[in-house]
C-alpha cells in the first residue's frame, strides 16, 4: 500500500495539522486573503500515483484517508510493504502512521518517502524500516527486484478536483479539467531556499522522466485520449528551461495539428529563451514564475523588468502567476513595503507570497544552522512559509514577519481585484490578439478559453464589480469597464447570461462570504485505487 497522509487537515490539531495549511494550493498560498473569490480545488498526491503505476506488484494508493480509513485497510488487507508518502509538516502523521502500521499489521514492513525524509535524524523521530530520499520510483522498483530503468510509464491524471470558486462546485465533465503531466523531478537552477531543487540533487542536477518532445508528445496524446483533455497542468519545476525538447515537443503538435494549451512553471531567464509567439504556438496559457526582489541576486531573473515581462505575457493571453518571498536578507521594516507595493504592482494574474524560509535539507538551512540563527522551538509542522518565521532575520521580527505577509496577500487583493477578474482580462486580451492568428490551433485554443469568458465568467464579472464597490472603487469601475468590452465582442451570449446568472451568483458569492466567516472548511474525499489487483487475490 501506498498512503498519504492523513486528514482532516484544514484544523489545528496535535497531529500538525493547521487550519491555515488547507490541502489546497490556491487558498493555501495564492489566493487566501480572497475570500469568496478564492480559488479552491484539491490535487491528489502525484508522487504515489506515479510510483503505483510503474511498479507490478500489487499495489493499493490509499489518497487522503482518515485514520479510521487508514486503520481499515491496514486490518482488511495483508500488505507486505506500506509506504507513506508526506512533506516537512507532516512528520508528526507519519510517526503516528508507522505507529499504526507496527500495531495492526505488524508484519509489514515501513517505508517512508517524499520530502519528509530531509529532515535531519528523522530516523529516529519515527518507526519506518526505509526512509527513502530523492526520486521514488527508481528506489521502489530496486526494492522489488523489479528494472529500475524501465521506461516510466505515466498515469491519467486530472489536475485538480472539486474546483469551488463564489461559493459554487463547478461541474467535473471529463475532459473539462487539466491532465498532470510530470516530465521531471527537481531544478538545476539550486537556489539556496529551494527545497525541491535539493532534494532531487541540487545545483546542476534533475531527474528527467521524459527526455525528448518525442516522448513528452506520445505521454500526452495517450492522456489526451483517454481523459478527452486538451489542457495540461505540467509538474516540472522549470520546463521551460529545456529549450530543446519544448520545441521538438511544439514541431509535434504543429504536425499533428494538437491545439493543447500548458499551464507551466518557469524562471524569467528561461522564459527570455523564447518569443511570445513560439510561446503562445506551445499553447502555453498559464506562467507561475518567481518574482523576487531584483535586489536578491537570483540568477533566475537575470536583471528582467518582471512588470513588463508580466504585461507582455499578459497582453498574449498568458495568465501570469508570480510568487514573491517576503524576508530576504536585504528586506528591513523600511524597504519591505516598497518591495510589496513594487512586486503587487506587476500585477500578476494570481501571487503567491512565501515567507524566506530555511527548510531542512536546503543548502540555506545548512547556512542558517552554521550562523546559529535557526530558532528550535519551532514545531516543524510549522516551518512551510505560511506563518512566521523559522529563523532570526537581520532587521525584522518573527511576528512582523507574519504581519508582513498577511498584509502582502491583502494588498495584492485590494489593489488588483480577484484573481477571477484578472484572468478574465488576460483572457479577452489573448482572443483580441489570436483570433485571427494564421495558425488554427491558435485560433482554437482562444476560441475555447473566450467561450467561457462570453459565458459564466461575464455574470462573474458583474458579481465582482457590485461587490468591490466597497472595497475599492477604482478597481470596481475597472471591472465594469472589462464586463463592457465582453459585451462588446459577444453582445447577446454576454448580456443574457449576467442578467441571469448574475442575480444567482451574488446570492452565491454572500452565501459563501457568510460561511467562511462562521468557519467552514473543506477537505479533500479519500481515494482507495488497487492496482494488479486481482493478481493478488488467492
Ligand atoms: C501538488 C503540491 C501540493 C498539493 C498537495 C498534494 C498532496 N496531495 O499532498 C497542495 C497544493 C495541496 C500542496 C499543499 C502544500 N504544500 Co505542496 N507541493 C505540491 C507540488 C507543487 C507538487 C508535488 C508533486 O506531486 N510533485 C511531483 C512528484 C512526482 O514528486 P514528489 O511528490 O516529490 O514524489 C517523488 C519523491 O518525493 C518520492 N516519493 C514521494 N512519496 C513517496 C513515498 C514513498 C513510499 C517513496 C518510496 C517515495 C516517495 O517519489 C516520487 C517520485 O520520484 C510540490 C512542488 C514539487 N515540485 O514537487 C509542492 C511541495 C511538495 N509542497 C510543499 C509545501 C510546503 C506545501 C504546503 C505546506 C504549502 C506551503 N505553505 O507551501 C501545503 C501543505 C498542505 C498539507 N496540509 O499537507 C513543499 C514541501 C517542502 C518540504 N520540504 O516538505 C513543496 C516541495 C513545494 C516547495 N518547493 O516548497 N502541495
Ligand atoms: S528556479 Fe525555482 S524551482 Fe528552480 S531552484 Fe530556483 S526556486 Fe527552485
Known sequence: MLSSVFGPYAQDDEFGSRSINPMELYHNQVTRAQGSYSLRMFHRSWGIMLIQANISAPCTVLDFPTRKAFARELTSNRYDIVGISSIIVNVWKVR??????RTLSPHSVVVVGGHVAAIPGLEAMIDADHIVRGEGISWMRRYLGEDEHAPIRHPAIVSGLQTRVMGLRLPERKGATAATIIPSVGCPMGCNFCTTSAFFGGKGKFVNFYETGDELFEVMCSIESELKVHSFFVMDENFLLHRSRAMRLLERMKQAGKSWELSVFASANAIRKYSMEELVELGVSWVW????????????????????LTRELREHGIRVQGSTIIGLEHHTPENIVDEIESAVGCQTDFHQFMLYTPVPGTPLYQEMAEQGRLLTDVDLADIHGQHKFNFRHGAISRDDSKRFLDWAFRRDFERNGPSLYRMCETMLQGWRRYKDYPDPRVRERFA????KLSGA???ALWVMEREFQQINRRVSGQIHKLRREVEKEFPVVARLTSAWLG???LWCTRREAQRLAS????????????????????
Request: net charge positive.
Open 448 to 451: 475555447r478559453q473566450v467561450h
Open 519 to 538: 468557519g467552514l472548511t473543506y477537505e479533500p474525499p479519500t481515494f482507495i485505487e488497487r492496482r494488479n489487483w486481482m493478481s493478488a487475490a488467492p
Open 96 to 101: 503516528e502512521m508507522c505507529r499504526m502500521v
Open 457 to 459: 465568467y461575464t455574470a
Open 503 to 505: 442575480p444567482i451568483l
Open 289 to 308: 514564475m518567481g518574482l523576487e526582489s531584483a535586489k536578491s541576486n537570483y540568477g533566475k531573473l537575470q536583471g528582467t523588468d518582471m512588470g513588463q
